[in-house]
């Protein structure tokens, strides 16, 4: 079992900054892939980034140059850098784990709004 919380998110205008933390109850080593998901008002939840054991990563086409994400496997931590912030980013970000053995896990979510 693994509890994750998020944090940092707020209220950002656009073309500012945002790091995202989620940190997880336990050791984060053996946690195959974590990552990001959002999901804007009436909208599905999409894949934002994530990051493997291994530190492969992957993006969606919208963020890739702008996002940036990463882990520290000594603190329990995955972060998500964003920049250059756009009114489309707005929404809520969840932070997720998984694990081919007891699947997956899900943070509460933590708002974003990118607004002038």
């Known amino acids: 079992q693994v509890q994750l919380v998020e944090s940092g998110g707020g209220l950002v205008q656009p073309g500012g900054s945002l790091r995202l933390s989620c940190t997880a109850s336990?050791?984060?080593?053996?946690?195959?892939?974590m990552g990001w998901y959002r999901q804007a008002p009436g909208k599905q939840r999409d894949l934002v980034a994530v990051i493997t054991s291994g530190g492969s990563v992957n993006y969606a086409d919208s963020v890739k140059g702008r996002f940036t994400i990463s882990r520290d496997n000594a603190k329990n931590t995955v972060y998500l850098q964003m920049n250059s912030l756009k009114p489309e980013d707005t929404a809520v970000y969840y932070c997720?784990?998984?694990?081919?053995?007891?699947?997956?896990?899900w943070g509460q979510g933590t708002q974003v709004a990118v607004s002038s």
């Open positions: 336990r050791d984060i080593f053996s946690i195959n892939t």
């Open positions: 997720y784990a998984w694990t081919p053995r007891t699947g997956s896990y």
